[in-house]
């Protein structure tokens, strides 16, 4: 199924036409505990322009950048740089001090603590403690930066409350001053993680316009993203990753936007034979919300019935992740009404959900699955014990057996319920929280990302057992970014964007083609 | 099998997992064994003796039974720096009460208990409703009360309490041994039920452990937090009767000496039996331990001062330790799974 287009290498060919090559991958390749993320990848930088990486999620990208910036260390693979070749491993810093500035999703910075605060951290960065910090000298220093490249700022003022795209700016210049302070040089490269999936569509153009200012000095910015249409639209040429491979880089121009989706997902895939469901309209819906505000959801409305899967999906940041924990109450309402199962629910909370047969499986297994120092058998007893108790005693036995009976059924290994949950790998780990889950006999069941971090083997038997679960008129809310997951199985999926529902599709529409096409162009709008 | 890293690794294969699996869990235990045979040779005429077994056992009840209350609220990840005050204010209550005005002693004692659930349900509502760190909310919520002990004994030791509250503390040794030894044992078996068998220690320890998976899990987090707070202070308050009720007496700083030995026996414990969780029999085992080394200690001559040295270095000691012996079984576990 991987047959790239290696054959169309229009990049490469003209790569040797241009002249300087500021950054040069060969044959980079990284693997965690023998399952490989980098299959050896190519990536070529020019100096002064701008480039896309692009990719589906787990393509590589992101370890990709991580090992750059010093995170992991890279397997095997040749890395230089103005034609200087660095070994691997990089080492802690990665190429940070090599003209190389990082700008990660996250943004690194501190709320409480003014831009100004933030830039005197780096300049001080290798001075002694007791150094004292010239505060006008930093200030000046500051807005001499600041106005270099056009950001009218007020340097007192504390990062949030700046709008997201100043945020975005500080730091990025930051990055790009701490960059110059450690090299002392231009000709740079500016790494970009995802820089605008938090950004209101109207003020990217304000963050494109800055990324131009660096092209226009001769710097270099790569700039990952998910989302096709920002990437067509600044970029001159795109790479893109697949499954860990390489399969080409493009000149912007020449490219069009089906060609670049073609290539982020391969070949067209076969439709999964799935088997028809039963909605039941019959009887009320097991779930129903309408006007429901979150933090990034706007008024959005829901119905789940029974016996259907119903796949929530768009960009990151796009309010689908927020969902599930929304409707099961783990995060705050501002506005909205609830029904379950015809029950009016005036303020969820977990609590209140699970007593109305409602259960959420959350994407973050360490932080919010399962504790992970604690046994499978307390973690898979949990729920139970106000049901398995004699008086206010446990009934251990029965949750035993119970617990053994789970992790049999939903084959989870190794066999020892006994072991601490963390010492399962992923999709064990998984297996044994969704048993738990379903043996709570729910009504309704919200999933977010249910098969992260999980093999295709494990994933097979997850989708089965949901599956079995939905015909026996249970209702699926899941919300992921893997459109291969919705093909398998859901029975209608919703694109968010901005927080609302901007696109439902419906059985033999849902494919990877129609989710990709449906997702970016929402991102555009 | 067995060409595994280290020898624990190949005992632990074999032996499966009754017998000595994880022999970090009895630690505590051989050292203490080791600490009481070391005395019995050094100080043959004064420590293997009934009298000083009766003063060991009996003299620290009190402290057993304020660690037993400390790790309720520590299981759910709170620390509580209330406890020594609440103690304190309740001792001085009782005799105050008792002695000032004249109260039958039962009251009193009820008094003072229930002065103690306000003051846990004080530190619950702060903690919760505001989210602030328990640390910080008990240390502060336990000075105001260790304030409110002095005006309530005139920053006086009152002495000469209703001896009929120490004839329940004292009266009737069993074996030679003091009874609040026996309810401290008594309580220590009650937390040790609670912890393991009822659904309200489970809930705690997932709390502790990972307060999100609790909430997910539809457990109330706020109002079992709140009710761990309220236990821990009524404990300490319990254990402020049975103080006045050994000595007699009581003035406003009766407790002050038992917060840090509380805290480095409750961590001692965690050590020990089931590792890495605050756990009742590792509190007994622990407390004393401590005891044994201090009186030991004391018989050989040492100054008064080796208490301070003794419990603030197994305080240290016991953290340290909880990591090594954590990694420690991590590791072989993990060994064992690779077999």
């Known amino acids: 199924m991987s047959s790239t287009d290696r054959s169309a290498t229009g990049g490469r060919a003209n790569r040797a036409s241009t002249g300087a090559e500021l950054l040069s991958i060969t044959g980079l390749k990284k693997a965690f505990a023998g399952v490989p993320a980098l299959r050896g990848v190519d990536l070529n930088i020019r100096a002064g322009e701008i480039h896309g990486l692009l990719g589906a999620n787990g393509c590589g990208k992101s370890t990709l950048i991580k090992i750059l910036a010093g995170f992991y260390t890279g397997d095997d693979g040749e890395i230089s740089i103005n034609g200087v070749e660095h070994k691997l491993p990089l080492g802690p810093r990665g190429l940070s001090d090599s003209g190389v500035a990082f700008v990660h999703q996250d943004l690194g910075l501190v709320p409480s603590l003014t831009v100004l605060e933030h830039m005197a951290l780096d300049s001080n960065g290798t001075a002694s403690e007791l150094h004292r910090i010239s505060w006008q000298q930093e200030r000046g220093r500051v807005e001499t930066l600041l106005t270099r490249f056009d950001l009218n700022l007020d340097v007192d003022a504390k990062v949030d409350t700046l709008s997201p795209v100043e945020k975005a700016m500080v730091a990025i210049v930051r990055a790009v001053a701490r960059q110059e302070q450690t090299s002392g040089q231009g000709g740079s490269l500016l790494v970009l993680d995802e820089p605008t999936v938090f950004l209101p569509r109207e003020e990217i153009d304000v963050l494109f316009a800055l990324l131009r200012k660096f092209k226009a000095q001769g710097d270099s910015v790569l700039l990952v993203s998910h989302d096709l249409d920002e990437v067509l639209e600044i970029t001159d040429r795109v790479t893109v990753f697949r499954d860990g491979s390489f399969v080409g880089t493009r000149n912007t121009a020449e490219t069009s936007r089906q060609d670049v989706v073609e290539m982020i997902l391969g070949s067209r895939d076969v439709h999964t034979a799935r088997q028809k469901s039963k909605v039941r309209t019959d009887i009320e819906p097991r779930l129903a919300a309408s006007g429901v505000d979150g933090e990034r959801v706007r008024s959005l409305s829901i119905e789940l019935r029974a016996g259907e899967v119903v796949g929530v999906t768009g960009l990151a940041g796009s309010g689908f992740e927020e969902l599930p924990e929304l409707l099961f109450g783990a995060r705050t309402w501002r506005a909205g009404t609830l029904t379950v199962n015809g029950k009016e629910v005036t303020l969820p909370t977990p609590h209140e959900m699970m007593s109305n047969q409602v259960v959420l499986v959350p994407s973050d297994r360490k932080a919010d699955g399962g504790a992970q120092e604690l046994t499978v058998l307390e973690n898979l007893s949990l729920p139970f014990f106000s049901q398995f108790a004699r008086g206010w005693r446990i009934k251990w036995k029965s949750l035993r057996k119970q617990s053994e009976q789970i992790t049999e059924r939903f084959n989870v290994k190794p066999k020892n319920i006994d072991l601490e949950l963390g010492k399962l790998s992923g999709g064990n780990q998984q297996k044994a929280l969704l048993g738990k889950w379903l043996q709570t006999k729910p009504t309704v069941m919200l999933l977010n990302e249910p098969t992260q971090g999980v093999d295709v083997g494990a994933r097979r038997e997850i989708f089965k057992l949901l599956r079995e679960a939905v015909s026996n008129d249970m209702a699926i809310l899941c919300a992921t970014s893997d459109y291969e997951q919705l093909v398998e199985l859901a029975d209608r999926v919703l694109i968010l964007a901005d927080g609302e529902v901007r696109e439902e599709l419906f059985g033999s529409e849902i494919t990877k083609e129609s989710m990709a096409e449906a997702i970016y162009s929402q991102g555009a709008k | ?339």
């Open chain 2, 1 to 339: 099998m067995t060409n595994v890293t280290d020898k624990p690794a190949a005992m632990a294969s074999t032996t499966r997992r009754k017998g000595i699996r994880d022999p970090e869990r009895f630690a505590l235990l051989g050292v203490w064994v080791v600490l009481i045979v070391f005395f019995v040779f050094a100080v043959p005429n004064t420590f293997p003796t009934t009298a000083n077994l009766s003063s060991m056992l009996g003299s620290q009840a009190v402290l057993l039974i304020l660690a037993l209350g400390l790790i309720i609220p520590l299981r759910a990840g709170d620390y509580d720096l209330s406890v020594a005050s609440v103690f304190s204010l309740s001792a001085v209550t009782v005799a105050s009460l008792n002695v000032n005005l004249g109260w039958p002693v039962g009251w009193c004692a009820l008094v003072a208990v229930v002065a103690g659930f306000g003051v846990g349900a004080l530190n619950g509502f702060i903690v919760t409703k505001f989210d602030i760190d328990p640390f910080i909310v008990t240390l502060g919520v336990g000075t105001v009360v260790l304030g409110l002990a002095y005006p309530v004994s005139n920053s006086r030791t009152i002495s000469g309490v209703d001896p009929a509250l120490s004839d329940v503390m004292l009266a009737k040794p069993f074996l030679n041994i003091p009874v609040d030894f026996y309810y401290a044992v008594i309580l220590c078996a009650a937390v040790a039920y609670v912890f393991s068998r009822t659904a309200f220690g489970q809930r705690l320890l997932f709390i502790g452990q990972n307060s999100s998976v609790a909430r997910l899990n539809g457990v109330p987090v706020t109002r079992l937090r709140r009710v761990a707070l309220m236990c821990s202070s009524t404990i300490a308050a319990l254990a402020g009767v049975v103080y006045v009720g050994t000595t007699g007496s009581a003035d406003a700083g009766s407790g002050a000496g038992f917060l840090l030995p509380a805290f480095a026996a409750a961590f001692l414990g965690s050590t020990t039996l089931s590792v890495g969780r605050f756990n009742p029999w590792g509190t007994l085992i622990a407390v004393y331990f401590l005891v044994t080394g201090i009186s030991g200690l004391q018989l050989m001559g040492a100054q008064q001062y080796v208490q301070q040295l003794f419990y603030g270095g197994a305080l240290v000691i016991a953290v340290i330790l909880s990591k090594i012996v954590r990694a420690r079984s991590d590791k072989r576990r993990l060994a064992q799974l690779n077999n």
